[in-house]
């Protein structure tokens, strides 16, 4: 069709174009507005991405939209760009993109500012004898009292001054004496300000202040990463960059892994910065959400804090972005929009032009990467700040001694010494619940999950055993169904640990911290306040205990099990095993007194441990990083995998031996396409999964590639029968 002007709209549905669409004549919708809009048999919520004026479809069988629901954009152009480049660069249904880009309450439709409406008072209502109208309506003169006091007065301040208020208010407006309007809330500023005594920082050392002079010294947009071992003043200079930004009137956004585990972070911003950081994350209600984002779209947010999702909150005014823990894998998404938000911060700091802040004690290999390569900068803070050392690591060979419910003899001593001397201790297991087995004592029978391939976790509290892959529970079985026997749990889990601890230190005040025991609002914040304040002497725990803390008493950290990660069969094995050591590691003697970390492990001859002991984590990284060039694993090549799931094994197969066919005789050159496998875990919740996965040295090629296979297979006939998605830098394999 030629002339007039056509709507392309994205809609929340797993198919990759935008649908084009008939305005309503008289009424705009730009883009960035939200409509209503026939599809198939339902009206769908739509975002308008952009206007055309011609369309492949014939004129005549284009419909027309049924609703606009925003007069004014939701999203500014360089917003739309984001979206659409998300979708473009994971490959993923460009209104699936738009939808996660927008708090649920707009996904839902509704409304995006909120109203207030009010009573005010004519000039009439000033004049009016109170007393006589009191004779006859003594409602409508109580009513005109109250407005005349406040002049102007929100119906919400009516409802709670004075009950049955909206049957005076029809009289008083009938008389003219006052009017009703209403305002939208939309320009309304929270209130930036926090109720505290604003503190000074430190002096800045010799490291952070040349760390902190060289990303200035770049103007407009730059990726800069803070290199600096835990404690060494990486967030000193995050604050001094956004406190900048934030007298010259920019916003800024800083990005963490998960909020639940930095409420001191938060609390440093505040007090440092004198306001309330504005937080976006999936614990806050619909409301409150939409609260949050509506204020960073209208400027009066300064500072955003926020996990992966809040990349993609609109901001009228930004001027840094800062990603704190850079390596941490919760910043990529692991289902559906699989998007990494420290990559997305990058792409989206260049559209802005602005800096862009990548903080890490344990850097990404590939961030280290671009770092050679002089994509990105760096700085380094190599020692700690203030007075604090770095801590002794030794390893305890799990083989040479006894040991009593998984801790060692020497870790039973270090821990009494360290106790005795007033200090705290952190012991480290990454595996919550009792025990990872329930094993029969007979036949040797496993217990596993009916819908995966995997054992049931044995959870003590609740005497239930849980799948931690799919979620599925049922009651310990104590006699095995086979044979009658006894069923004992084995291996350790943190909850076992806890025990173990508690009757071989009675009377210390012991914490177990992992996703089970912090289920409950608030009892993670508790927890973490008692530790802090030093009551708490033995803290048990998951990863949850690892990432950003700051234990001012904590001097000894014991990691019960590190084994499985020296052993893992994804390329990033070591690097991950190392980031976790040395991040857990680095809550140990943060302030006065020197740290010390035992680590067990039954292979003290393992390589991993020289390269740990004596070239730190720039060791593991050095030597990961040349395996990996020899290997062409990324860095040194782009990988994508395609996933499929269905309830039988051979339609997933088949569904990928198709994208697999399709991709051989796209006449795409320079990619490696390997599989399909079954995934390494294969069955999950009942699915059968395999994946498909393709490498190459040239991103621009695999893009073609992955673009052109999208298409293809949405509209294959086997795509009817799984479940597929396409993960563009895959962090997991499998
Ligand atoms: P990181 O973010 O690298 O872990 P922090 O910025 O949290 O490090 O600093 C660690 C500790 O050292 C904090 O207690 C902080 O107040 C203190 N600190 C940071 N910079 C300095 C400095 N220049 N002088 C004295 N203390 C400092
Ligand atoms: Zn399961």
């Known amino acids: 069709m030629k002339d007039g002007k056509i709507l392309r709209v994205a809609i929340n549905a797993p198919l990759s174009r935008l649908f084009d669409y008939l305005p309503i004549p008289g009424q705009d919708a730009l883009p960035g507005c939200r409509v ?23 004129v005549e069988k284009l419909k027309s939209i049924a609703a606009v629901l925003d007069d004014k954009p939701l999203f500014g152009e360089r917003d739309l760009w984001l979206i659409r480049f998300t979708s473009d660069y994971y490959h993923h249904p460009v209104g699936e993109v738009a939808a996660a880009a927008m708090p649920a309450l ?63 208010k029809k009289g008083l407006l009938d008389k003219s004496l006052v009017e009703e309007f209403e305002a939208s809330d939309d320009e309304s500023v929270v209130d930036n300000l926090a109720n505290v005594e604003q503190e000074r920082g430190p002096t800045l050392n010799a490291d952070q202040k040349s760390a902190l002079d060289a990303i200035r010294e770049r103007k407009g947009f730059s990726v800069n990463l803070v290199d600096g071992v835990t404690g060494s003043g990486k967030t000193e200079v995050y604050l001094r960059l956004i406190d900048a930004e934030l007298a010259a009137g920019r916003q800024v956004l800083v990005l963490v892994p998960e909020i639940g585990l930095t409420p001191q972070l938060v609390s440093r911003f505040r007090q440092r910065l004198g306001l309330e950081p504005v937080l976006l994350h999936s614990g806050l209600t619909d409301t409150a959400r939409l609260q949050a984002w509506r204020s960073a779209r209208n400027g009066s947010a300064r500072l955003i804090v926020g996990t992966r999702s809040a990349i993609f909150v609109p901001m009228k005014n930004a001027g840094l972005i800062v990603v704190d823990e850079e390596h941490d894998s919760s910043l990529k998404q692991q289902e559906g929009l699989r998007y990494s938000a420290r990559d997305l911060a990058v792409a989206r700091g260049k559209k802005l032009d602005v800096p862009v802040v990548l903080g890490s004690a344990t850097p990404s290999l590939d961030t280290l990467q671009r770092c050679r390569d002089g994509a990105y900068h760096v700085v380094n803070l190599p020692t700690r700040a203030g007075k604090a050392v770095p801590p002794l690591m030794r390893l305890v060979d799990l083989t040479k001694y006894d040991a009593y419910e998984g801790l060692s003899e020497p870790v039973i001593t270090a821990i009494e010494k360290n106790i005795s001397a007033g200090g705290q201790v952190l012991v480290f297991l990454n595996r919550r619940g009792f025990a990872p087995t329930l094993i029969c004592s007979g036949c040797g029978k496993v217990a596993e999950c009916t819908r995966c391939d995997s054992r049931m976790t044995v959870h003590a509290g609740s005497s239930m055993l849980k799948c931690h892959h799919c979620g599925a529970q049922r009651s310990i079985e104590s006699e095995c169904a086979d044979c009658g026997a006894v069923c004992r749990p084995l291996g350790h889990g943190t909850e076992r640990l806890e025990d173990a601890l508690r009757s071989r230190f009675p009377g210390e005040e012991i914490s177990r911290i992992d996703s089970d025991s912090t289920r409950l609002k608030g009892t993670m914040s508790r927890a973490l306040a008692m530790a802090t304040a030093g009551d708490t002497r033995i803290l048990v725990g998951t990863q949850m205990l690892s990432k950003g803390h700051h234990f001012p008493n904590l001097t000894l950290v014991v990691v019960i099990n590190a084994d499985q990660g020296l052993f893992s069969t994804d390329f990033r094995g070591g690097e991950r095993l190392a980031q976790s050591l040395v991040q857990v590691a680095g809550r140990a003697g943060r302030e006065r007194r020197q740290g010390e970390v035992i680590v067990q492990t039954a292979f003290p001859a393992h390589p991993f441990w020289d390269e740990l002991f004596s070239g730190g984590y720039q060791g593991v ?63 999950k919740a009942g699915r059968y999964r395999a994946q498909l996965l393709f490498q190459s040295r040239d991103r621009a090629n695999l893009h073609q590639l992955l673009g052109w296979l999208r298409t293809a297979l949405e509209s294959s006939a086997e795509a009817r029968r799984v479940r597929w998605s396409i993960d563009v830098d895959p962090i997991e394999l499998f």
């Open 106 to 168: 707009l996904r839902q439709g509704k409304p995006a500012t909120s109203t207030t409406r009010y009573l005010s008072l004519k000039p009439a209502g000033a004049d009016a004898d109170i007393d006589a109208i009191g004779k006859r309506a003594p409602r409508q003169a109580e009513l005109l009292n109250l407005v005349r006091d406040a002049d102007t007065i929100s119906f919400t301040e009516l409802d709670q001054s004075m009950p049955l208020w909206r049957r005076a």
């Open 36 to 58: 209503r809009v026939p599809f198939g048999r339902r009206t769908q919520t739509g975002l308008v991405m952009e206007t055309a004026t011609e369309s492949d479809v014939p």
């Open 621 to 683: 990284a050095e030597s990961a990083l040349a395996e990996r060039e020899s290997a062409l694993w990324p860095p040194f090549s782009r990988l994508a995998l395609i996933r499929a799931a269905a309830t039988s094994r051979s339609d997933a197969h088949r569904f990928l031996d198709t994208a697999r066919r399709l991709a051989e005789g796209s006449g795409i050159e320079g990619v490696r396409v390997l599989g399909p496998v079954s995934a390494p875990m294969e069955r």
